[in-house]
């Protein structure tokens, strides 16, 4: 189905609701607004194939300025708004934007990219307008609410925030065929989810990001509605589940971590009965964590593995998790491989290696960069692609993460990865938050480094650095641990749950910024 069909047969049904305002847009008006959208972009001389940026908060116009785009064959890339203007104009020139939507909430950054966006032919400002950024609310009021005459399918290029050096675009090939017809990735997220007509799933995830637009597009496509917050709020996020029934809800293992720090009678004051299935995804998530969560919800928690990049997809329920924890699943509609880091032969179960997915007939490249798309692809198997992580299969084919190949540290020969002590660290009740990498160390190479954010920074200095690595040294091997643990107020971990080490790191590797892992 289609978010037109909906149109037709619930007219009145929200098809997004934003909390804690509790504005909503019905399904009739998403479909007659993102066809207008699609005239005006048709108007603009946009053809299929082109490409337009988004810079948005979440915003109750997010969805319709999508459809708009995907039902006439366009390129959309959103682009993160927490972005320095720079950082955001690499974006905009590298996916040749034709079209640079903003809205008001971002006007300082939209002016600075005036200047910084020359190739950009168009710019629309959503709730304003200015010198340079005519008002998108304009522009549409003289459009017709019927869609055009050439509906095509078009495609999300969202940027990945890489592995080493800049972010680059995840271009999939467009199909020749009618915006309306379905997908096999929809269907999948369908099932995932257990997404019906009726439901209600709760994203409080930025809308810039993958999982969380992505999210919106398909629950869009099943008849939910979809409930999203302006940020996210541990407490309002209950409240919210309780006000809108919420039947599945969309989280980031950061999101747990804040929900379990809320105090019992907060926990105990919200009717969470309506929840069917809690999925949790772009980022890894401490056992101890996901342990609380199913204790405190019920075994509704599911996880899913993947990127950006759609090469395939791991997926586990609570069930199968609590018999094997810390596994972030079996191979969903591709199969995993292990292989060996050296040889690149693939390896048996339990030993560490190279993640890939094999997946037969599946096509993608990065945007611009033909490199990075072959250094993807398996030397010897041409349907094998890596998105950079290591980790082990067991006896069963249960996937097991260590971590980012370029987050490895070599320590006198030996690899060490952060995330197991990541997740260790990030288990005692003190820190907030916690980041392992390498440092120089000029007998062994490397050694390995915990900058952490502490609950309470009072709590910061010499004795709970020991405390932090004694902790450590009773639970992992010595050679594992923390030589010396620094101290920040906060982490750059973004809205998506991700942890950007590159900012910590490259005070430690001053001579060699340009190319420190993200």
């Not at 305002?21 to 699609?38: C, K, M, P, V």
């Not at 490409?51 to 890339?77: D, F, K, M, P």
């Not at 005519?134 to 078009?154: C, F, V």
């Not at 989810?193 to 209600?200: A, I, K, N, S």
Request: negative net charge; contains cysteine.
């Amino acid at each position: 189905m289609y978010p037109a069909d909906y149109a037709l047969t619930a007219p009145d049904r929200p098809a997004l609701i934003m909390t804690p305002s509790g504005n909503s847009i019905t399904y009739e008006d998403l479909t007659a607004r993102g066809n207008q959208f699609a005239h005006l972009l048709a108007d603009l001389g946009l053809r299929r194939g082109d490409h337009y940026a988004v810079i948005a908060e979440n915003n109750l116009r997010y969805c319709e300025v999508v459809w708009g785009g995907l039902n006439s064959g366009l390129y959309v890339t959103p682009v993160n708004w927490h972005l320095t203007a720079a950082e955001a104009a690499y974006i905009i020139e590298d996916c040749g934007a034709d079209l640079l939507m903003v809205t008001n909430e971002q006007r300082e950054m939209a002016e600075k990219l005036v200047t910084l966006t020359p190739s950009v032919r168009h710019r629309l400002m959503i709730d304003g307008s200015s010198t340079s950024y005519d008002s998108y609310e304009g522009a549409l009021s003289s459009r017709p609410a019927k869609p055009i005459l050439d509906e095509t399918r078009g495609h999300f290029m969202f940027y990945t925030s890489g592995i080493t050096g800049r972010p680059r675009g995840v271009q999939f090939p467009l199909a020749d065929e009618p915006a309306r017809m379905g997908d096999a990735s929809r269907e999948v997220m369908c099932h995932q989810f257990d997404l019906r007509e009726g439901d209600v799933l709760l994203v409080a995830s930025p809308m810039y990001h993958s999982a969380g637009l992505r999210n919106c597009q398909i629950a869009q496509c099943t008849g939910a509605t979809v409930v999203s917050m302006d940020k996210f709020d541990p407490e309002g996020m209950l409240a919210a589940i309780e006000k809108y029934r919420v039947t599945q809800i969309m989280l980031v293992p950061t999101m747990f971590v804040r929900l379990l720090r809320l105090d019992e009678a907060t926990r105990a004051k919200y009717d969470l009965s309506s929840l069917r299935l809690a999925l949790h995804a772009a980022a890894p998530c401490p056992p101890e964590v996901k342990r609380a969560m199913i204790d405190w919800w019920g075994p509704i928690l599911v996880e899913q593995y993947g990127g950006t990049e759609g090469i395939g997809s791991t997926y586990i329920t609570s069930a199968e998790w609590l018999e094997r924890p810390g596994s972030v699943g079996r191979g969903w509609r591709s199969t995993v491989r292990i292989c060996d880091m050296t040889s690149g032969d693939e390896a048996p179960a339990g030993q560490v290696g190279d993640v890939y997915f094999e997946r037969t007939g599946y096509q993608f490249a990065y945007h611009n960069d033909s490199q990075k798309t072959l250094a993807s692809h398996h030397p010897g198997h041409a349907d094998w692609r890596t998105m950079g992580d290591i980790g082990y299969l067991d006896d069963k084919g249960y996937l097991f993460l260590t971590d980012r190949r370029a987050h490895t540290i070599v320590s006198g020969g030996v690899n060490i990865y952060p995330r197991e002590i990541e997740d260790l660290l990030l288990a005692h009740p003190a820190l907030a938050d916690v980041a392992v990498f390498g440092v120089p160390n000029d007998e062994f190479g490397e050694e390995v480094k915990a900058v952490v954010q502490p609950a309470d920074f009072a709590r910061a200095d010499s004795r709970l650095a020991l405390e932090l690595i004694d902790h450590c040294r009773s639970h992992i091997a010595h050679f594992k641990c923390p030589r010396s643990i620094d101290f920040e107020s906060s982490l750059p971990r973004l809205d998506n749950g991700k942890l950007y080490k590159q900012e910590p790191k490259s005070r430690y590797w001053p001579a060699n910024n340009d190319t420190l892992p993200s």
